[in-house]
T-cell receptor, first 118, second 111 residues
């Protein structure tokens, strides 16, 4: 069965600190996709990144970086020099990629609430 | 480009009432899905569709019906609302890039 675990329920940091959000996943599929979404206090879900299981390269986008390691089934997300606007709930998610490639199903972790204090 | 539009944004129902949550997308996406978000549980898949006329159950389908008569629309029906269905509902669509665009959500309260 597929499962995504975000063990950190809440994290609180002071502005300008670096923070890493952990994500561990379980799947029997050899081909799959991993995602991170941000949910700010306004409630919408904002796409941050998608990574397929064949691409283990780390990725950096501005202050955001992602570390994908298949050996440990982890897809961790780091925010460098955090800002108050980064305060949100962050979700890690897993998608299968069978047959035609996309059934639209996402398995979400429970979410990590990040509070960045000024 | 509106993306994914969900209506209504807020709704209060009495136990036993029925209603339909609307979801429409204008991106010609094949794949659409409905999720519910409950505190501490992330988002859970209710139903999904891989194209017009094709739907399937997700993780928590009981109490909900869906249909997909057009590519653009994917309504979610609550047949007889129960307090356990109090939640925030999100509709999502995705194309071949698998990126998934979410609607702004519907906050439903069943009293």
């Amino acid at each position: 069965a597929q499962k995504v675990t975000q063990a950190q329920t809440e994290i609180s940091v002071v502005e300008k600190e670096d923070v890493t959000l952990d994500c561990v996943y379980e799947t029997r599929d050899t081909t799959y996709y991993l995602f991170w979404y941000k949910q700010p206090p306004s409630g919408e879900l904002v796409f941050l990144i998608r990574r397929n299981s064949f691409d283990e390269q780390n990725e950096i986008s501005g202050r955001y970086s992602w570390n994908f390691q298949k050996s440990t089934s982890s897809f961790n997300f780091t925010i460098t020099a955090s800002q108050v606007v980064d305060s949100a709930v962050y979700f890690c998610a897993l998608s299968e990629a069978r047959g035609s490639g996309n059934t639209g199903k996402l398995i979400f972790g429970q979410g990590t609430t990040l509070q960045v204090k000024p | 480009n509106a993306g994914v539009t969900q209506t209504p944004k807020f709704q209060v129902l009495k136990t036993g009432q029925s209603m339909t949550l609307q979801c429409a997308q204008d991106m010609n996406h094949e794949y659409m899905s409905w999720y519910r978000q409950d505190p501490g549980m992330g988002l859970r898949l209710i139903h999904y569709s891989v194209g017009a006329g094709i739907t399937d159950q997700g993780e928590v389908p009981n109490g909900y019906n869906v249909s997909r008569s057009t590519t653009e629309d994917f309504p979610l029906r609550l047949l007889s609302a129960a307090p356990s269905q109090t939640s925030v509902y999100f509709c999502a669509s995705s194309g071949r890039d698998r990126r998934r665009t979410f609607g702004s959500g519907t906050r439903l309260t069943v009293v």
